[in-house]
């Protein structure tokens, strides 16, 4: 019973660009409108670390690394969130995964999708 399931990874160059989606197919729309839910990634021998999240409400909150290249959005009705990742790096390479925080602090996360960055 998959809750949240991610999508979108890949191989690219540097400069390019991915969109990653994070769907949620088994909660109902009225709880995923009033979750947070939030994009991290972890690198090899690395910690994972937060990229992007998105509250409720719509406010955004991103990682110092991906200010400017990377943006997070939200569609309700089809319980998904995305993040668009522009101007790829090679240190963006990592697994990404989703996280979705229900307002009872219940956590669901994704078994994650590659990103590679290489030319």
């Known amino acids: 019973q998959v809750q949240v399931a991610e999508s979108g990874g890949g191989l690219v160059q540097p400069g390019g660009s991915l969109r990653l989606s994070c769907r949620n197919p088994?909660?109902?729309?009225?709880?995923?409108?009033?979750?947070?839910v939030g994009w991290y990634r972890q690198a090899p021998g690395k910690d994972r670390e937060l990229v992007a999240e998105?509250?409720?409400?719509?406010?955004?909150n991103y990682a110092e690394a991906v200010k400017g290249r990377f943006t997070i959005s939200k569609d309700n009705s089809r319980k998904t969130v995305y993040l668009q990742m522009n101007l790829l790096k090679f240190e963006d390479t990592a697994d990404y995964y989703c996280?979705?925080?229900?307002?009872?602090?219940?956590?669901?996360w994704g078994k994650g999708t590659l990103v590679t960055v290489s030319s």
């Open positions: 996280k979705r925080t229900e307002r009872a602090g219940t956590e669901y």
């Open positions: 998105i509250t409720s409400a719509g406010n955004t």
């Open positions: 088994r909660t109902i729309t009225s709880v995923f409108s009033g979750s947070t």
